[in-house]
């Protein structure tokens, strides 16, 4: 038993990073050479579902990510750019550009099951991968319905 932590807090802690091999294994496979061009869209997903689901304790979900990255990408950054961060080897340009689509597309409203067509829909993450206001954001969710409806 570590020092200083509770049974409950040792939990978690065993459940996040079995999560973080669990999405490691992802992007690993994600990126092999018989893997398809856009098939890091289920790493996205997958973090972006990871992020939902420890929305609660995100304190101390932040501290344990904060662990697991190197220290020159815990200046200033997002949970989701500490989980990606944590969990792929891209170059940290392209880290930053899936965090901020992945950001854009929740501050957008989008679900999880949506998130491949919406990101696609946007340029992709490379393109969509820059700080916009939020009504910009909105605007485009709401073409985005407009154009599934249809």
Known sequence: M?????PKALTFEKKVRAELEKLRRIHKACFQ????RYDYYEYLRAVYSL?????????????????NVPISARKNST????????????????????GI?????RTA?????????FIRAQGGPMTFGTVLETKEL????????KSNAD
């Open 79 to 98: 949970i989701t750019n500490l989980l990606i961060a944590a969990t792929s080897d891209k170059p940290g340009r392209t880290n930053s550009k899936w």
């Open 109 to 117: 409203g989008i679900k999880k099951n949506e998130l491949k067509e």
């Open 33 to 36: 050479s018989n893997s398809g």
């Open 51 to 67: 992020k939902e689901t420890y929305q609660e304790e995100s304190k101390a979900f932040r501290s344990l990510l904060e662990d």
């Open 138 to 145: 909105k605007r485009r969710f709401a073409a985005f319905k």
């Open 2 to 6: 570590a020092w200083g932590k509770s």
């Open 101 to 105: 689509s992945l950001r854009n597309a």
